[in-house]
């Protein structure tokens, strides 16, 4: 690691206007040029304002007591300006498509250097869209990107000033994991290739094992530990104190007994392979099964005890709650061209269905949900919920049987307090006992301490269980659900999926639309695969998951501890760390650390292993 | 009545032709102007029908405007309000008259109005939709307008769908959540009511939204120099260094000129005024 530090902070305290406590306590950290830091840390450990530091926002936007000195790139931040600073460091937000300001992405990211005076500001536009590969949006409107785009111009924007330094606030917070990877492979590119330093504030373990050099662990307004990568991601117990979850990975090698927590999925296998004979023999002796198997012929659990649970496969088919036949339906651009999304769709949608509803973006997961609410009407064809066809009766009156939840929780909030939104349906509609009702559901989300708020005042992972509780309030008999995890931390991710799970006696059928693989494979049943404007494939999660072409087409990463179990040919692969653990005892791997090449992302078949078996033998 | 989709009198239709209007989608021919130049051409058009009370002149200017309209290629949403505005001012006026024991004369002194209106409405379509927001800005900055407000102009116009997408997801929520009414009453009125009041109600939640997504951008602001760039003119320069008048808005120019003085000189020729009208 380069020993000049580029960020370098002594004594650092700050205290916002207005606030009893220092914000910042006495904080002393280096960051060495070249690093790549993640920024991690519980709410409220300072990670955001310690970052807004480097650029001069602390102090000079937000004046506030400071003391201490801040110096980044050499210059002393205090007696320095924001504008000056932001040559040095560039800042990406949470909230990124607040911080787009102009019409077009080539605009956006000339915006900067034009009004710093730059002359070149046309070659550092072309030079920034390059670094990032986004040339080909340069024409496009910021309201026409897509969430990652939208980042990437974000992004864009400040490399135009040829910053030393970037720092991104949680970039995998508005993103869907593939688009999170995505942003983080630029950002490997531009650290690696560019040499810029990279800061990123951070809660996905599984990002900062796998890309970051050094972490620094916030707590209180300082840093407890400032560490390699490899030493951080070793003291998982300490990070799962401060709120980030080891990943599904460390936590299945901390379980099989390895000793150093692996970083990524092929070391991961690769460590595996390699301690693989160790645990098989010591569990082979007790569970009898592996003897049997020892012949070559690899374990192969039959595919159709991981579908459907046998009691609702043997019973006939339950009654159909929703259905749509023949859809049809797109949208008008704005130049006037209909835009078609759904192209004759079928789906029947029944009860005890948990269907996820997957595919890329632009794929009409969201339009298929809004006509199901009946928001939409179909162009042609007919969708039906609870027997009555959406073209008959008014978006209001279908709302007794069906509720939909948008995906940005604030745009659900039109009432002072959240008791007043949970209570807006069942009240005006003069449902009896609607009092007992919001009670009722405000404390299943576990939100009665805050049911006076107003929703936009709370946490992220707050909001979400409150619509979730406006959703339940209105006793549909179809729930359908916009991305429910999206832009939540681990924690308050696994309390909705646990939520979601209770669900079920109340609620019919519920759908999610979703890009988050963990819940697909902790919660589904049914997954409806998108793709060309119908559903492509409707089968269980353990099914999806065994065909990785169909992954690949549908944009879909699947979880950690699922590619995993692919890499090391289990099928079909496993769904969480426990089916794993329990599973990998009865694997056939002792051959494989002889082969540290198929160790890799590819999944390979059971039947490649089988023959690796027998070349060896 | 059966629902189905519409891609006319829709609020999404109505969002894309705001988008059409802001953006001059649909191309015309002040779009290829210098933007001080079609500031310069408004500026005389929407001044000159002031100096007269000459009805000949008055509606030459009106002919000259709405033929500005058709050059500039206003969207359908945009000639609906117009048409509409005029007529229900028609109306309006009309009632009044009646009313108010009015006479012919009053008629006329507000119809001469309503002419003058109407030609300067016209002008400002033709020139506000040919402007997308970026060249108004410019133009702005360009005539020595503060830099704050030519920067309100281009971000006012860029929040614009984004707010348009709000109200429409803040509304179908009240739709969803509120109940419909039991009766319609007569003709309907108590849908009509319902309507409203969820509109005017779902501005509360934008307002909140907003207030909260700008603090970024206000700090964004900061980190990319908009400050700076008032301080600092060099930015400025950089930005307007692309305005150039070319010889098409000396052409348009001069021809709306001198079209004005014909209208004038014609109106010399034969005055009608409405003290003649009333004989």
């Known amino acids: 690691m380069p020993a000049s530090p580029v960020i370098s902070l002594e004594n650092v305290s700050f205290r916002y206007p207005g606030t009893a406590e220092d914000t910042l306590r006495n904080v002393t950290l280096q960051i060495a040029e070249g690093d790549f830091a993640a920024v991690v840390g519980g709410n409220g450990s300072a990670k955001t304002t310690l970052c807004k530091t480097f650029n001069g926002l602390v102090p000079h936007y937000w004046s506030g007591e400071f003391s201490g000195v801040a110096e980044v790139c050499g210059i002393d931040t205090y007696t320095s300006s924001v504008a ?27 915006f900067a250097p034009v009004n710093f005076g730059h002359v070149d500001h046309a070659e550092r536009t072309r030079e920034a869209l390059e670094m990032l590969r986004i040339t080909d949006l340069s024409e496009r409107f910021v309201w026409q990107l897509s969430g990652g785009q939208a980042h990437l111009t974000a992004l864009a924007s400040v490399l135009a000033l040829r910053p030393r330094v970037v720092v991104v606030d949680e970039p995998v917070a508005e993103l869907d994991p593939a688009r999170a990877q995505e942003i983080y492979q630029r950002l490997e590119v531009l650290n690696e290739q560019f040499g810029l330093t990279i800061v990123t504030i951070e809660h996905h373990a599984e990002f900062i094992a796998r890309f970051a050099k050094s972490v620094v662990l916030m707590a209180d307004g300082a840093p407890v530990w400032h560490l390699p990568v490899q030493d951080a991601v070793n003291r998982s117990h300490e990070l799962a104190e401060h709120g980030i979850p080891a990943p599904q990975i460390v936590q299945a090698a901390h379980r099989l007994g390895l000793a150093d927590a692996p970083r990524t999925v092929p070391e991961a296998a690769r460590a595996l392979r390699a301690h693989a ?45 929703a259905r749509a036949t023949a859809v049809q339906h797109g949208y008008r651009t704005v130049h006037g061209r209909l835009h078609n999304v759904l192209d004759e769709l079928d789906v029947d949608l029944r009860r005890g269905d948990r269907v996820a509803l997957v595919g890329g973006n632009g794929s009409g997961k969201t339009t298929l949900l809004k006509l199901l609410a009946g928001i939409l009407v179909p162009r042609s064809g007919d969708v039906e919920v609870s027997g009555t066809n959406t073209r008959k009766k008014s978006a209001g009156q279908l709302a007794d049987h069906v509720a939909y939840l948008w995906q940005q929780p604030q745009q659900m909030f039109l009432k002072e307090s959240i008791r007043s939104d949970i209570a807006l349906f069942p009240r005006e509609r003069g449902v009896p006992g609607w009092e007992a009702i919001v009670d009722d559901t405000l404390s299943q989300v576990r939100l009665d301490d805050f049911a006076d708020r107003d929703g936009r005042s709370l946490s992220g992972g707050q909001q979400r269980r409150a619509t979730l509780a406006i959703g339940l309030a209105m006793r549909p008999d179809v729930l359908l659900l916009d991305e429910p995890t999206a832009s939540l931390d681990i924690a308050s991710r696994d309390a909705v999926v646990r939520m979601l799970d209770q669900l079920s006696g109340t609620i019919a059928c519920s759908v999610v639309a979703t890009h988050d693989m963990t819940l697909v494979s902790e919660w589904a049943n049914r997954v409806l695969v998108m793709e060309g404007g119908r559903v492509a494939s409707d089968l269980s999660p353990h099914e999806l998951f065994d065909q990785p072409d169909l992954l690949t087409r549908a944009n879909l990463v699947p979880p950690q501890i699922t590619q995993l179990g692919m890499s090391l040919g289990m099928t079909p692969p496993p769904l969480d760390v426990r089916e794993f653990v329990d599973r990998f005892d009865g694997l056939k791997l002792q051959h494989a ?15 490649e292993m089988r023959a690796y078996g027998t070349q060896d033998a | ?117 109407g030609a300067i409405s016209m002008a400002s379509m033709a020139a506000f939709v040919s402007l997308d927001p970026e060249k108004l800005s410019d133009a702005l900055l360009a005539l020595r307008a503060p830099a704050l ?16 997408e709000e109200f429409n997801t803040v509304f179908d929520n009240y739709r969803l959540r509120s109940a419909p009414p ?98």
Do not use: C
């Open chain 1, 84 to 110: 000056q600073l932001s040559s040095q460091v560039g800042y990406v937000y949470q909230d990124f498509a607040n911080q787009l300001v102009r019409p077009t992405v080539r605009d956006e990211i000339a």
């Open chain 1, 277 to 321: 004979p160790v645990a098989a023999t010591a569990s082979g002796t007790a569970s009898g099964a592996v003897a049997g198997t020892r012949s070559g012929a690899g374990p192969r659990p039959s595919l159709e005890q991981f579908t459907r649970p046998a009691a609702e496969q043997a019973s006939a088919p339950l009654p159909v709650v």
């Open chain 1, 593 to 607: 650390d002889l082969h540290p090449a198929s160790a890799d992302l590819h999944p390979a078949s059971s039947a």
């Open chain 2, 1 to 117: 009545m059966a629902r189905k989709t519409r891609d006319v009198i829709s609020v999404e239709w109505i969002k894309l032709e705001l988008m059409r209007a802001a953006y001059a989608t649909r191309g015309g021919t002040f779009s290829r102007m210098d933007p001080r130049m079609v500031l310069l051409w408004y500026a005389v058009m929407a001044i000159v029908p002031w100096f007269t009370h000459n009805l000949t002149v008055l509606a030459g200017l009106f002919l000259l405007n709405a033929v500005a309209v058709i050059l500039a290629r206003v969207g359908p949403l945009l000639l609906f309000l117009f048409v509409f505005g005029i007529g229900m001012e028609a109306i309006y006026i009309l009632a009044a008259a009646w009313l108010f024991g009015g006479d012919l004369g009053t008629l006329y002194a507000l119809s001469e109005l309503t002419l003058k209106l």
């Open chain 2, 149 to 164: 407000l030519a920067f309100a102009v281009s971000y006012g116009y860029r929040m614009l769908p984004i707010l348009v």
């Open chain 2, 182 to 279: 039991r009766r319609a009453g007569f003709l309907g009125v108590n849908h009509l009511y319902r309507w409203v009041r969820m509109a005017i109600l779902s501005f509360y939640p934008i307002f909140l939204n907003t207030a909260l997504s700008v603090r970024t951008t206000v700090e964004a602001l900061e980190t990319r120099g908009l400050t700076y760039a008032t301080v600092d003119d060099r930015g400025r320069r950089i930005r307007l260094g692309y305005l150039k008048v070319r010889p098409l808005d000396i052409l348009v120019l001069t021809v709306s000129i001198l079209l004005v003085v014909a209208v004038f000189v014609t109106g010399q020729l034969w005055p009608i005024f409405r003290t003649d009208l009333l004989g």
